[in-house]
T-cell receptor, first 112, second 114 residues
Framework: DQQVKQNSPSLSVQEGRISILNCDYT??????FLWYKKYPAEGPTFLIS?????DKNEDGRFTVFLNKSAKHLSLHIVPSQPGDSAVYFC???????????FGAGTQVVVTP | DAGVIQSPRHEVTEMGQEVTLRCKPI?????LFWYRQTMMRGLELLIY????????DSGMPEDRFSAKMPNASFSTLKIQPSEPRDSAVYFC????????????FGPGTRLLVL
């Protein structure tokens, strides 16, 4: 049962433009959400997170938006840079759960 | 500060052989997680430990898989006997429970069972 879904397996964007990655979840108990970035042959690295008490969190070029009623979150990267080319995973958890549920990932390619 | 350390980085073995993957979590972290990544199933949690105690092993695929955490700085994931369908990248991650939900991942072990 896939509780976290990233329906776009890939995204191509021009350098300097905005990248928008989407993630949907089904478990209303999730109260903390994270985005990880993964380069080939490396482990996922933490990018940004958001608690369910917020609807937006910003860190430099990265902003995560949370819409609890729609069970949807998105990651915006502005402006996109070639170094942002990677696979991005959305993950979710509950405060008492301890473990993360990951989406399938979205491959982002930033072209010059 | 060293991150999560995994060894070996690559492992090629023959079907039926025993495989042991190793992980050293970040110092001070008290939760450790083993994940497997495959094309078909993505990133799936196999087992996690809290304070060296296994908390949830519902993701362990079958009895051929076992994991131990004898102390706070070391964990192993063993597959015996290994099968070709076990070929995947295995990640270890750790976090400081109680202060953050963020897990920090190691570089992974790429396992190929022939």
């Amino acid at each position: 049962d896939q509780q976290v879904k990233q329906n776009s397996p890939s995204l191509s964007v021009q350098e300097g433009r905005i990248s928008i990655l989407n993630c949907d979840y089904t478990n209303s108990m999730f109260d903390y959400f994270l985005w990880y970035k993964k380069y080939p042959a490396e482990g996922p690295t933490f990018l940004i997170s958001i608690s369910s008490i917020k609807d937006k969190n910003e860190d430099g070029r990265f902003t995560v938006f949370l819409n609890k009623s729609a069970k949807h979150l998105s990651l915006h990267i502005v402006p996109s840079q070639p170094g942002d080319s990677a696979v991005y995973f959305c993950a979710a958890t509950t405060d008492s759960w301890g473990k993360l549920q990951f989406g399938a990932g979205t491959q982002v390619v930033v072209t010059p | 500060d060293a991150g999560v350390i995994q060894s070996p980085r690559h492992e090629v073995t023959e079907m039926g052989q025993e495989v042991t993957l190793r992980c050293k979590p970040i110092s001070g972290h008290n939760s450790l997680f083993w994940y497997r990544q495959t094309m078909m199933r993505g990133l799936e949690l196999l087992i996690y430990f809290n304070n060296n105690v296994p908390i949830d092993d519902s993701g362990m695929p079958e009895d051929r898989f076992s994991a131990k955490m004898p102390n706070a700085s070391f964990s192993t994931l063993k597959i015996q006997p290994s099968e070709p369908r076990d070929s995947a990248v295995y990640f270890c991650a750790s976090r400081q429970e109680g202060t953050s939900e963020t897990q920090y991942f190691g570089p992974g072990t790429r396992l190929l069972v022939l």
